[in-house]
């Protein structure tokens, strides 16, 4: 048995035993024989390496629609489309960009209604791909120009899918802002680079996806020539080219970096949510609004706020401005100027709600107060009477002096009339009436119960 075939024999069992690829032995030999011939990526990589690349590439090409106009789809088409896609996402943890669904093939360029105008690619926000199937072969044609068609419109997915979708890379999503900033302070002061095509100063996104295809195909000269720019790719992408066998961005290795080009790398980027379209901030601010004032309603019923209840939904508020100002300001979910909106109609009036269940659930102690009546007054047109108490008592608690005129003659009619209540104070010291009737002194039977 020859040295190939064995070294073919251990690539396969690579395949199907640790990366689990559900291909054919001839499935393999053709994939990976293409991929040889037509890709450098490829064939640099270890053999771990290519059956990680071929088990991502096989999964891509199976989650993706393909659809042919003017050209029938063969798994060439899919295998080498889907490979564009690997490279950049060879280093991150996710590769399928859920976002993207549909990928187009024209045998060339094609007229675009969509920016009126032939274009080779055009990559969509709804999650479309459309390709010139010509022009992704020359691009692949040469390796060392800087020129990949599939590559350019695979990096404009790659950052539609972290911008519309749900970013599944944490990493890329929250470094990305780190990213722009330092490409756009390069193309503000290097209008006329020689080593980045024209095409890149269009705007920040195509700077992005001609800044890919370099980082790709000649990613010696982009370390060279644009030393700073392409470090950071290095982090976004989480990939060290320069050694293409494992292009392993190494802790080893990012140290070593930092020292050589002054860039101060975290070992796992800070939280940055501009990027995310949803944050969990943004369900508390649509949730609350309509959950929150049920909820209070229905808790709050015989509770005595210290400060009523607009006092204590202020209070909750700023209570939960310094807990929550990290997760949702600091890591740039909301801007600080919004900040105290989410505050007032999402976090505080939630927190007012979850503080009043968590009161309500354990009593910590309970007492009896019996308080004179000393004055009446009717309400004709509700039928309620309002009790005045000796020393104005519970004066500030107007709804448990407030009751049905049923018993106001009997209470007139008797002398030594008092308001007999029992409170319980709740974990976080809430108070709550849980019964309240009106008794007589002279005849301590004659209880009435009003509540």
């Not at 022009?135 to 590559?151: K, Q, R, W």
């Amino acid at each position: 048995m020859g040295s190939n075939l064995k070294d073919d024999i251990k690539a396969f069992a690579l395949h199907r035993l640790r990366w689990q690829t559900a291909i054919s032995r001839e499935q393999y030999q053709r994939y990976h024989t293409l991929l040889s011939n037509t890709s450098r990526f490829y064939r640099e990589l270890s053999t771990n390496g290519q059956a990680k690349a071929m088990h991502r590439i096989v999964h891509f090409m199976r989650a993706k629609k393909f659809i042919g106009h003017g050209i029938e789809v063969t798994d060439t088409h899919r295998l080498l489309i889907s490979l564009a896609a690997i490279k950049l996402t060879f280093g991150l943890e996710h590769h399928l960009l859920p976002h993207l669904h549909t990928i187009y093939l024209r045998p060339t360029q094609f007229y675009s209604s969509f920016v009126r105008a032939d274009v080779k690619g055009l990559a969509s926000g709804s999650g479309e791909l459309h390709l010139s199937w010509q022009h992704v072969l020359e691009g692949m044609a040469d390796a060392d120009d800087g020129l990949h068609l599939a590559i350019h419109e695979m990096a404009h997915i790659l950052k539609i899918d972290t911008v519309k979708g749900k970013p599944q890379n944490e990493r890329f999503a929250f470094y990305l802002n780190t990213w722009m900033r330092e490409a756009d302070r390069i193309r503000q002061n290097q209008p006329d680079d020689p080593f980045l095509r024209k095409y890149a100063q269009v705007n920040l996104h195509e700077f992005f996806a001609v800044c890919m295809e370099n980082f790709i195909e000649r990613p010696d000269d982009f370390a060279a020539r644009e030393p700073h720019l392409f470090y950071h790719t290095c982090y976004l992408l989480n990939q060290y080219p320069l050694e293409p066998k494992d292009r392993a961005l190494t802790p080893d290795i990012l140290r070593r970096i930092s020292h050589q080009v002054g860039i101060s790398f975290p070992v796992t980027p800070a939280k940055d949510y501009t990027h995310h379209n949803w944050h969990w901030s943004y369900t508390l601010l649509f949730i609350s609004p309509l959950f929150a004032p049920i909820a209070i309603l229905i808790l709050s019923e015989d509770v005595m706020f210290p400060f009523g209840m607009f006092g204590a939904w202020m209070l909750a508020s700023l209570l939960c401005a310094p807990l929550l100002y990290r997760q949702v300001v600091t890591y740039r979910a909301m801007t600080r100027d919004f900040y105290p909106v989410f505050l007032l109609v999402g976090a505080g009036p939630m927190a007012l709600a979850f503080a009043l269940m968590l009161d309500s659930t354990v009593d910590i102690m309970e007492w009896e107060e019996q308080h004179p009546i000393v004055n009446i007054q009717h309400w004709p047109e509700t039928s309620t009477m309002q009790l005045q108490l000796a020393d104005n008592a519970l004066a500030d608690w107007p709804d448990q002096l407030t009751m049905l005129d049923n018993d106001a003659h009997i209470i007139q009619q008797h002398g030594g009339a008092h308001l007999r209540l029992r409170f319980t104070r709740g974990l976080l010291g809430i108070r709550h009436c849980i019964a309240s009737e009106i008794v007589f002194s002279a005849k301590a039977n004659a209880a009435v119960e009003t509540h």
